[in-house]
T-cell receptor, first 114, second 113 residues
Framework: DAGVTQSPTHLIKTRGQQVTLRCSPK?????VSWYQQALGQGPQFIFQ???????QRGNFPDRFSGHQFPNYSSELNVNALLLGDSALYLC?????????????FGPGTRLTVT | GENVEQHPSTLSVQEGDSAVIKCTYSDSASNYFPWYKQELGKRPQLIIDIRSNVGEKKDQRIAVTLNKTAKHFSLHITETQPEDSAVYFC????????????FGTGTRLTIIP
């Protein structure tokens, strides 16, 4: 039973560029949430996808967008990168409904913007 | 929105002693409180969680207590070992349509051999 996977593990981009990060949820999970973790801080919620739609969104600008595919995998896109976007990007998968509460995290993608 | 505060930010304890990390939350509708352990360069790993219908939960050396009236919850680690050294995050969420997790700022726990 595969856990949550993310790709790539590391990425270096230049200011102004665009980046796409990918996440495959844990087997049986249908909901993917994305978090940004700056160095020395707790993860901050970006948005959540369920049934291929954005269901919730945190306090992040429109430069951050996402997508969920029919197989429940998800992408996070960030346009016009800023130095402040440098962080660990985590995706977490969960099962919607049925009293399930737990969110399981992937290993993250370390994004460095220069 | 929800706000979670976590204390202390750093904690050093002698191996074998106990460690306690405390969190408070602001939204009385929150009903699920997980704790995550994050080692350097690794993913946050769920180590224990508690739901609002219980006041305490224990799993071997780890326990979590919840006081819904005061809106605070705590992580207790007994008989600490060097491998317990990590950053610990508390979080809170409601469970209406799979709500987001709101995290505390983290506690760096160091176990002194």
């Amino acid at each position: 039973d595969a856990g949550v996977t993310q790709s790539p593990t590391h990425l270096i981009k230049t200011r102004g560029q665009q980046v796409t990060l990918r996440c495959s949820p844990k087997s049986g999970h249908d909901t993917v949430s994305w978090y940004q973790q700056a160095l020395g801080q707790g993860p901050q919620f970006i948005f959540q996808y369920y049934e291929e739609e954005e269901r919730q969104r945190g306090n992040f600008p429109d430069r951050f967008s996402g997508h969920q595919f029919p197989n429940y995998s998800s992408e996070l896109n960030v346009n016009a990168l800023l130095l402040g976007d440098s962080a660990l990007y985590l995706c977490a998968s969960s099962l919607s409904g049925g009293g399930a509460y737990e969110q399981y995290f992937g290993p993250g993608t370390r994004l460095t913007v220069t | 929105g929800e706000n979670v505060e976590q204390h202390p930010s750093t904690l050093s304890v002698q191996e074998g002693d106990s460690a306690v990390i405390k969190c408070t939350y602001s939204d009385s509708a929150s009903n699920y409180f997980p704790w995550y352990k994050q080692e350097l360069g690794k993913r946050p790993q769920l180590i224990i969680d508690i739901r609002s219908n219980v006041g305490e939960k224990k799993d071997q050396r780890i326990a979590v207590t919840l006081n819904k009236t005061a809106k605070h919850f705590s992580l207790h680690i007994t008989e600490t070992q060097p491998e317990d050294s990590a950053v610990y995050f508390c979080a809170a969420k409601k469970n209406f349509g799979n709500e987001k997790l709101t995290f505390g700022t983290g506690t760096r726990l160091t176990i002194i051999p």
